[in-house]
């Protein structure tokens, strides 16, 4: 059975410029959420999706969005990007809302110039 | 508000000796207590987890220990092998609701 697979692995852009990471679950999985992972602040939650609704939300600015599609696929938005955006997004996929064993992909390497 | 802490950021082991991490956390709701590990440029792997009904669970060389009162769990890893240097998390959870993650611990074990 494939992983949790993320696309791209690396990206570099500048202030200002927006940004769409891609995820693909493990098939079945219809739960998937997003993290953000930064030196000395382990993984920090930024939203997840089940069925292509929002369950749950973390404390991060509007500037980053999320989006789910009907298999189950997702995608984050990063808007008007600055330096502190920098960081390796991680996305896990599970079951279902509220599974506790989280499958993690292995990341978007984010960095903002 | 950090809500689950690992304050030790690194941990330096023998090969063969016990490995044991720690996590505190502050909110008593959480019911659900899970470890990751992380190798260099691959994602977090689940490891073990407990639920806040028990006070320990163990799988292999790795056991986690529950402590409500104090709101502190740990991770023992016995014997410890260098295959086990990586980046320790501890997540918690409430009900259904997100994963709060602490800070993570780098262990090193030296052969």
């Known amino acids: 059975k494939a992983g949790v697979t993320q696309t791209p692995r690396y990206l570099i852009k500048t202030r200002g410029q927006q940004v769409t990471l891609s995820c693909s679950p493990i098939s079945g999985h219809r739960s998937v959420s997003w993290y953000q992972q930064t030196p000395g602040q382990g993984l920090q939650f930024l939203f997840e999706?089940?069925?292509?609704?929002?369950?749950n939300k973390g404390n991060f600015p509007g500037r980053f969005s999320g989006r789910q599609f009907s298999n189950s696929r997702s995608e984050m938005n990063v808007s008007t990007l600055e330096l502190g955006d920098s960081a390796l997004y991680l996305c896990?996929?599970?079951?279902?809302?509220?599974?506790?064993?989280?499958?993690f992909g292995p990341g978007t390497r984010l960095t903002v110039l | 508000d950090q809500q689950v802490k690992q304050n030790s950021p690194s941990l330096s082991v023998q090969e063969g000796r016990i490995s044991i991490l720690n996590c505190d956390y502050t909110?008593?709701?959480?019911?659900?207590f899970l470890w990751y590990k992380k190798y260099p440029a691959e994602g977090p792997t689940f490891l073990i987890s407990i639920s806040s009904i028990k006070d320990k669970n163990e799988d292999g060389r790795f056991t986690v220990f529950l402590n409500k009162s104090a709101k502190h769990l740990s991770l023992h890893i016995v014997p410890s092998q260098p295959g086990d240097s990586a980046v320790y998390f501890c997540?918690?959870?409430?009900?259904?609701?997100?994963?709060?993650f602490g800070q993570g611990t780098t262990l090193q074990v030296k052969p």
């Open positions: 999706y089940f069925s292509e609704t929002q369950r």
């Open positions: 909110n008593s709701m959480f019911d659900y």
């Open positions: 896990a996929s599970s079951l279902d809302v509220g599974t506790n064993e989280q499958f």
């Open positions: 997540a918690a959870r409430r009900n259904t609701g997100k994963l709060i």
